[in-house]
């Protein structure tokens, strides 16, 4: 069993930056591979971006390629997410996820463990 817990949310102006972070328990985060999503009101959870188990390799959704940043500390059992140049198209709740076995994927059924998410806001 895994559990994630985000932090790092908060209200910010477009043009801003955030940093979110998600702390996992268990000895095996080091194996998996890890996610952000993130779902806006009245739509559809949406990958944003992945990162290998060895941090060797990450992911990210062509609408936050170049902004945002996914990395890990698999010593500290944490994985980051840091968004620059926030717009207000970025407003959502952010979801940290957990996958056991294989390389990422941008289908949220393919992850085993979520966190309980964090409120990002973006202002114009």
């Known amino acids: 069993q895994v559990q994630l817990v985000e932090s790092g949310g908060g209200l910010v102006q477009a043009g801003g930056s955030l940093r979110l972070s998600c702390a996992a328990s268990?000895?095996?985060?080091?194996?998996?591979?890890m996610a952000w999503f993130r779902q806006a009101p009245g739509k559809e959870r949406e990958f944003v971006a992945a990162i290998s188990w060895s941090g060797g390799s990450t992911y990210y959704a062509d609408s936050v390629k170049g902004r945002f940043t996914i990395s890990r500390d698999n010593a500290a059992n944490t994985v980051s997410l840091q968004m620059n140049s926030l717009n207000p198209e970025d407003t959502a709740v952010y979801y940290c996820?957990?996958?056991?076995?294989?390389?990422?994927?941008?289908?949220?059924?393919?992850?085993?463990?979520w966190g309980q998410g964090t409120q990002v806001t973006v202002s114009s």
């Open positions: 996820a957990a996958r056991k076995a294989g390389t990422y994927t941008t289908y949220a059924v393919g992850y085993d463990y």
């Open positions: 268990g000895r095996t985060f080091s194996s998996y591979t």
